[in-house]
């Protein structure tokens, strides 16, 4: 009995140490990247590369989740399946991508790409197309996933 009551606390402590709420690492921003154009042409190339893109392999495609023109924000996901060595669907894991732009008095256009490491390809090929219309970017150029 005498052992019993030395071990309920100790094993007590380490479920509710087991138990506790740990600290979220915060995700690190996005780089800004500014292309030299306005807004009202940025944006739409930005939905275009999102809507026109092939998806990912067993995904069920982007789908554009929210958009909001005046605001310059688009954000999109899609449900990825993860599958067995036989080629069953034993679970789905979500990837997504959210892009903000917003213009300056210079007639340029800072863009935010937030995105899941699934989706790099996506953030990619929305930033390619920018740089095919409107030339390397001014300030910024390098994409990392940031969640």
């Not at 309920?8 to 921003?29: G, K, Y």
């Not at 590369?49 to 982007?62: C, F, M, R, Y």
């Not at 605001?71 to 894991?93: P, Y």
Request: glycine share 10%; proline share 8%.
């Amino acid at each position: 009995m005498k052992h019993i009551r030395i071990a309920l606390p100790i094993v007590l402590l380490v479920l509710l140490a087991a138990c506790a709420p740990r600290a979220s690492t915060p995700s690190p921003a996005a780089p800004e990247i500014v292309y030299g154009g306005p807004v009202a042409e940025v944006y739409p190339i930005v939905v275009r590369a999102i809507s026109t893109s092939p998806g990912l392999p067993d995904s069920n495609g982007w789908i554009i989740t929210q958009s909001d023109a005046v605001g310059g924000f688009v954000a999109a996901e899609t449900s990825v399946a993860v599958r067995n060595l036989l080629g069953t669907e034993i679970d789905t894991h979500r990837e997504s991508i959210s892009v903000v732009v917003s213009g300056n008095p210079n007639n340029q256009t800072a863009v935010v790409t937030q995105f899941t490491s699934g989706a790099g390809v996506l953030a990619g090929l929305i930033h390619e197309q920018l740089t095919a219309t409107f030339g390397e970017p001014i300030q910024g150029g390098t994409l990392t996933p940031t969640n």
